[in-house]
């Protein structure tokens, strides 16, 4: 045999991958890499293997990771995480991660050492599901600018909010999501919008080249909505969604999560149950929308491993340096009004006498209801969210007025 055979004929090294976490995701991936080895070896050339796992109670970090190609961290939270992340990057390994707490708060530091050492940092799965959102914002759509990212990103509360919508009201509609395990025994990080405030931080230095920490993100949750109001959202031709936004907004970035009305045909506004959706909006695509499965071990672990794939693959580039959008808190937004108030002569002038004097202009008024119980129901024209909670605490102070005034706001926008 030639020494140019023998070369030809010389086994490829399997593609060693490091797997830190075992849990839901870690077990998941590891039988889906498993599964898939034989059909990766088949168009790549080279074979992937688990070379090591690290999880409380078993293996040791540093020997996997001088074993590995490249490390996979599903582990989640902050630390160890970012420590073995980071010491894996300057130790110039390719690494690929699910965890969208630890990139929503130390995302430069990461980008920065993956950029200074010239490795790859993947995180498909850390951002709505198994929608191939990254890869599509970093691949396909690097080079259009674009206006705005939509995002349901938060399967938890979209599953509620459908469960709303079909007549529950929030407490059972949330005892159902944790039977059903798509909410956990404290679900405070989902309905408060904090899950889906971390994932909008990552979208938007992935859409717009700026860092984005989770603490920029103005965010509300669900736990204030009630069942009337996916009520009117129904009558008005309305859906109810909890939003995610990152948008220029006059030189600037916007970057917010909040429930928000949507009409009936805006693309999220029939993305139900567990399901995440992605809207990104540029004059020159006009608009794009991805969707599919929000969580799941096996979903989220199918993103991981197209991650270490696209990486063996050599498709993945080390991230690009930060620009700079100014980050603005206080943007216009229609919005809907809901106040429960006494039934007498004047009350609908003061109310929009105070609106008026604050700039708020009404597009729509409904009145419910007779005597204690009466109900109006306002859309207004775009307003600043200052102003508007001005105007909002001003009639909340009226005597007349019998509980909470409610303000949600409206995505009303035609696509550019
Ligand atoms: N679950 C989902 O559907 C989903 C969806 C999208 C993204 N994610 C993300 O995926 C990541 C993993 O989530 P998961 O649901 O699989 O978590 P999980 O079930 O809690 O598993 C965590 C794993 O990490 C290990 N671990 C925890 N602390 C460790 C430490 N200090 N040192 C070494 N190992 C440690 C655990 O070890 P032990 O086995 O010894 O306990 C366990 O094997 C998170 O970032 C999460 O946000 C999850």
Same mark, same amino acid.
């Given at each position: 045999?030639?020494?140019?055979?023998?070369?030809?004929?010389?086994?490829?090294?399997?593609?060693?991958?490091?797997?830190?976490?075992?849990?839901?995701?870690?077990?998941?991936?590891?039988?889906?890499?498993?599964?898939?080895?034989?059909?990766?070896?088949?168009?790549?050339?080279?074979?992937?293997?688990?070379?090591?796992?690290?999880?409380?109670?078993?293996?040791?970090?540093?020997?996997?990771?001088?074993?590995?190609?490249?490390?996979?961290?599903?582990?989640?939270?902050?630390?160890?995480?970012?420590?073995?992340?980071?010491?894996?990057?300057?130790?110039?390994?390719?690494?690929?991660?699910?965890?969208?707490?630890?990139?929503?708060?130390?995302?430069?530091?990461?980008?920065?050492?993956?950029?200074?050492?010239?490795?790859?940092?993947?995180?498909?799965?850390?951002?709505?599901?198994?929608?191939?959102?990254?890869?599509?914002?970093?691949?396909?759509?690097?080079?259009?600018?674009?206006?705005? %990212?939509?995002?349901?990103?938060?399967?938890?509360?979209?599953?509620?909010?459908?469960?709303?919508?079909?007549?529950?009201?929030?407490?059972?509609?949330?005892?159902?999501?944790?039977?059903?395990?798509?909410?956990?025994?404290?679900?405070?990080?989902?309905?408060?919008?904090?899950?889906?405030?971390?994932?909008?931080?990552?979208?938007?230095?992935?859409?717009?080249?700026?860092? %984005?920490?989770?603490?920029?993100?103005?965010?509300?949750?669900?736990?204030?909505?009630?069942?009337?109001?996916?009520?009117?959202?129904?009558?008005?031709?309305?859906?109810?969604?909890?939003?995610?936004?990152?948008?220029?907004?006059?030189?600037?970035?916007?970057?917010?999560?909040?429930?928000?009305?949507?009409?009936?045909?805006?693309?999220?506004?029939?993305?139900?149950?567990?399901?995440?959706?992605?809207?990104?909006?540029?004059?020159?695509?006009?608009?794009?929308?991805?969707?599919?499965?929000?969580?799941?071990?096996?979903?989220?672990?199918?993103?991981?491993?197209?991650?270490?794939?696209?990486?063996?693959?050599?498709?993945?580039?080390?991230?690009?340096?930060?620009?700079?959008?100014?980050?603005?808190?206080?943007?216009?937004?229609?919005?809907?009004?809901?106040?429960?108030?006494?039934?007498?002569?004047?009350?609908?002038?003061?109310?929009?006498?105070?609106?008026?004097?604050?700039?708020?202009?009404?597009?729509?008024?409904?009145?419910?209801?007779?005597?204690?119980?009466?109900?109006?129901?306002?859309?207004?024209?775009?307003?600043?969210?200052?102003?508007?909670?001005?105007?909002?605490?001003?009639?909340?102070?009226?005597?007349?007025?019998?509980?909470?005034?409610?303000?949600?706001?409206?995505?009303?926008?035609?696509?550019?």
């Amino acid at each position: 045999m030639s020494s140019e055979d023998a070369r030809e004929k010389a086994p490829v090294e399997p593609f060693r991958v490091g797997l830190l976490g075992l849990g839901t995701v870690g077990a998941a991936f590891a039988g889906l890499l498993e599964e898939r080895a034989d059909e990766i070896e088949r168009f790549n050339g080279r074979r992937p293997e688990i070379c090591g796992v690290l999880t409380r109670t078993r293996g040791d970090f540093e020997e996997i990771l001088a074993e590995a190609d490249l490390l996979v961290e599903l582990i989640g939270g902050i630390e160890p995480a970012r420590e073995y992340l980071l010491t894996a990057m300057r130790s110039g390994k390719d690494v690929v991660s699910a965890n969208k707490q630890l990139l929503s708060q130390h995302g430069e530091e990461l980008f920065e050492t993956a950029r200074q050492h010239g490795v790859r940092l993947r995180f498909e799965a850390a951002v709505a599901g198994v929608v191939p959102v990254v890869r599509v914002l970093e691949e396909s759509l690097s080079a259009t600018p674009i206006e705005r %990212v939509h995002g349901i990103v938060n399967g938890t509360t979209n599953f509620i909010l459908t469960e709303m919508d079909r007549g529950s009201s929030y407490a059972e509609a949330l005892a159902e999501a944790q039977r059903r395990g798509f909410a956990e025994a404290d679900p405070s990080d989902d309905v408060s919008g904090r899950d889906a405030a971390a994932k909008m931080a990552i979208l938007a230095r992935l859409a717009f080249g700026t860092p %984005v920490h989770l603490n920029d993100v103005r965010y509300e949750g669900i736990e204030h909505l009630h069942a009337t109001d996916l009520e009117y959202a129904r009558e008005l031709g309305l859906g109810l969604k909890l939003i995610g936004t990152a948008e220029r907004r006059g030189g600037g970035l916007s970057v917010r999560v909040h429930p928000a009305f949507l009409y009936s045909g805006h693309p999220l506004a029939s993305v139900s149950g567990t399901f995440n959706a992605v809207t990104v909006e540029s004059e020159v695509i006009t608009e794009i929308t991805m969707s599919g499965p929000g969580a799941g071990g096996r979903q989220t672990a199918a993103a991981v491993l197209g991650d270490v794939v696209s990486v063996m693959t050599g498709g993945a580039q080390p991230p690009a340096a930060p620009l700079a959008l100014p980050l603005i808190e206080d943007v216009e937004s229609a919005f809907y009004l809901h106040f429960d108030v006494a039934d007498r002569p004047g009350v609908l002038a003061a109310i929009t006498q105070v609106l008026g004097e604050a700039g708020v202009s009404i597009k729509s008024v409904v009145q419910r209801g007779m005597g204690e119980n009466a109900r109006l129901v306002m859309v207004t024209h775009p307003v600043l969210q200052s102003s508007l909670r001005t105007a909002i605490d001003r009639v909340a102070a009226f005597e007349f007025v019998r509980s909470a005034p409610r303000a949600i706001r409206v995505i009303e926008e035609e696509f550019i």
